[in-house]
């Protein structure tokens, strides 16, 4: 027989209607007897005085032994819904609570059965209803926006550079208004960009404050958002953004029917005629600089690796060099850069360098492949773990969670009161109401970030009393990760890094070893069961340390075209070589003492479908007797092809006429 609890709960007034609690309690039972339940727990909400009720007591204690399991209930029943909840969005906040625990609601007067298929639908059209309400309310707040727009009035939202909010009207701050005039003034200069126009504000050592109050300088990015922005020249819009997007991801593009302009009531910094001859002068360019496509390649280690200058992460970047005896680009280079010292972000920041990704990101991962060797790596995981096997420490981190729960299940108890207990004929009811209400739904939400708290400290108290051997785990990964990383796609190995490191730092000058990686900055998940936390931001929850890379020799990455060559100063330096076709002959001959011609390696990188540039002395047809390259050649000029990483190294020779 299945188990189920009833609740009942009335006020004077519902007395006069016929809804007593005799009647509602005879109901109840009637039905358990008919649909053969067994009623292991009576729930009772009275009334004190007129409308008001001074809390549910009955139905918090109801609450609280379903979420304990302590009767394993099937069902709970009640003569209306009503009786259930306040209002619809209250009654499917408590229905979600019974459906995560296999509970269904059953109301008796009312014939709706959550278990059944009539009953689920009545209850999709009582949330449908709670959502009629949402939406509502949000046209009611976007119609008012509206108004304001129409009004000429600032609807609200981040306050434009150039002006302040002064008892919710903008007012002009002159020095940054001055600033924006200036923007405006010199893009309208012949051949003056937006980039060019940073770069001409940093290099007047003009600085900006952010809404944080944090110094920052002039970009590209911030220059583009004041010239295109009409609020300057007295234009408010309203529905001129949408956070719609398409298949792709991409934003959908706003119909210009559905935009709103009228002229705003606040001071203007420039004319709409100068705000007109700038945005035609955007226009007109806006297709002239085409992003170069990168064959979707990852910028694996862009945010990561730091600047050793400024500090930010460097910014993962493509050069490619135009084919000008032909059509098309020669083999793109990627190479992570300081976005600060860029022209379009005033460069800011002195750091120059520009360093090659495949050297980067070859160390990194040789670092991370022999991480386990080093010292640091042992020293952080078994701090780490013997953090996590203090049993006591994890009990006691349970108690203080149930003890902070029962407190927040108090104060919601407290909040429910006060919101039953309001007068509806009081004179501040709807603000005290919807006070309480914030407050009531906040709390609600801590409730669950406990609850889910509680859940995964058991976890943890669980797989401590197992003996889960978290290190075992985490050192068969690092085992295993040069065949994984093999396997990784280019997404793939973006993420690891991201899990993994925190941020790299660099070498701010080229040194006598030619190192580059000064430190690495790691995180590991604790890993339960075999799965990673849900979350992992707590401290205790990570292994995480810095491994100083100064005296670890770190081999390069086993390519031939990546060297060390000693500059004029002494130092050294990492280079990626050039397969050029000097380079290739040169190669050759040094380590065979064999020439080849330009033209066999031309022939031979033709076979193999490597990109060459247009033959412009190619003779007429038939004219000449145009020699093949002999296999013994075809050998070397792979060799060398292999070397410089222009030919993948599992590539075997053919049979097949050159």
């Known amino acids: 027989m299945k188990k189920c609890y009833i609740y009942t709960r009335v006020s004077t007034a519902a007395q006069i209607e016929g809804y007593s609690l005799d009647a509602q309690e005879e109901s109840l039972k009637a039905y358990a007897e008919y649909r053969e339940l067994e009623i292991v727990g009576n729930y009772c909400d009275a009334g004190k005085s007129g409308k008001n009720i001074k809390g549910r007591p009955a139905f918090r204690q109801m609450m609280t032994d379903i979420k304990s399991q302590k009767d394993d209930i099937a069902f709970v029943l009640v003569f209306k819904l009503s009786r259930f909840g306040r209002n619809a969005a209250d009654i499917l906040k408590s229905l979600q609570l019974l459906e995560d625990f296999g509970i269904d609601l059953v109301s008796v007067e009312e014939a709706i059965d959550s278990s059944t298929q009539g009953g689920r639908l009545t209850l999709a059209i009582l949330s449908a209803v709670a959502e009629m309400e949402r939406e509502n309310i949000t046209v009611q707040f976007m119609a008012g926006k509206m108004q304001k727009v129409l009004e000429g009035g600032w609807t609200g939202g981040a306050v434009p550079y150039g002006y302040k909010n002064v008892n919710h009207e903008l007012v002009l701050v002159p020095p940054e208004a001055e600033v924006i005039r200036m923007i405006y003034e010199l893009y309208q200069q012949e051949n003056m960009s937006a980039s060019a126009v940073a770069y001409e504000l940093n290099k007047s050592n003009l600085v900006r404050i952010s809404g944080k109050g944090e110094q920052k300088p002039f970009t590209y990015e911030f220059v583009s958002r004041v010239l295109d922005n009409p609020f300057y020249c007295g234009r408010v819009y309203y529905n001129r953004r949408t956070n719609k997007k398409d298949r792709d991801g991409k934003t959908i593009k706003q119909d210009e029917d559905n935009i709103i302009m009228a002229e705003g009531k606040h001071e203007i910094i420039v004319s709409p005629e100068v705000w007109d001859s700038v945005h035609a002068k955007r226009t007109k360019i806006a297709g002239r600089y085409k992003r170069v496509d990168d064959g979707g390649h990852v910028h694996l280690l862009s945010g990561i690796v730091k600047c050793p200058i400024c500090g930010k992460g460097l910014t993962g970047m493509i050069s490619r060099t135009k084919n000008l005896k032909g059509d098309g680009y020669y083999k793109p280079i990627y190479y992570y850069k300081c976005r600060y010292n860029t022209r379009q972000n005033g460069k800011t920041c002195p750091f120059d360098q520009s360093l090659n990704q495949e050297i980067i990101d070859g160390l990194v991962m040789k670092i991370l492949q022999k991480l386990q060797t080093y010292r640091e790596f042992q020293d952080a995981l078994q701090a780490a773990l013997g953090h996590q096997g203090n049993l006591e420490k994890t009990e006691k981190r349970l108690q203080d969670l149930r003890k902070e729960l029962r407190e927040a299940e108090l104060t919601k108890d407290r909040l429910g009161e006060k919101l039953d207990g309001l007068n509806p ?16 739904d906040s709390i609600y939400d801590r409730i669950g970030d ?11 108290l669980e797989a401590l009393k197992q003996k889960a051997d978290s290190t075992v785990q985490i050192m068969t990964f690092m085992e295993n990760l040069p065949l994984m ?26 040194r006598t070893d030619g190192k580059i990686i000064k430190s690495i900055s790691f995180k590991f998940p604790m890993v339960f069961d075999g799965k990673p936390l849900a979350k992992n931001t707590k401290p205790e929850d990570m292994v995480s340390f810095r491994l100083d890379c100064t005296d670890i020799d770190i081999e390069l990455p086993g390519k031939g075209n990546i060297i060390m060559k000693k500059q004029a100063d002494g130092s050294q330096k990492v280079i990626v070589r050039k397969g050029t076709y000097a380079a290739i002959k040169a190669y050759i001959l040094e380590k065979h003492d064999v020439k080849v011609p330009t033209l066999y390696i031309a022939q031979i990188k033709r076979k193999y479908g490597l990109e060459i540039g247009k033959a412009y002395n190619k003779p007429e047809k038939n004219k000449n007797h145009v020699p093949k390259c002999t296999k013994e050649k075809e050998l070397l000029i792979m060799e060398a092809l292999k070397f410089y990483d222009l030919m993948e190294q599992d590539v075997e020779y053919r049979e097949d006429a050159v």
């Open 450 to 460: 406990l609850e889910m708290d509680v859940i995964s400290t058991k976890k943890k």
């Open 425 to 440: 004929l009081g004179k501040d009811y709807d603000r005290k109401y919807e006070e309480t209400s914030d407050k009531l």
């Open 485 to 510: 990383y093999e396997e990784m796609s280019e997404e793939e190995r973006k993420e690891m890094f991201q899990a993994f490191v925190d941020d790299i730092e660099l070498f701010s000058e080229d």
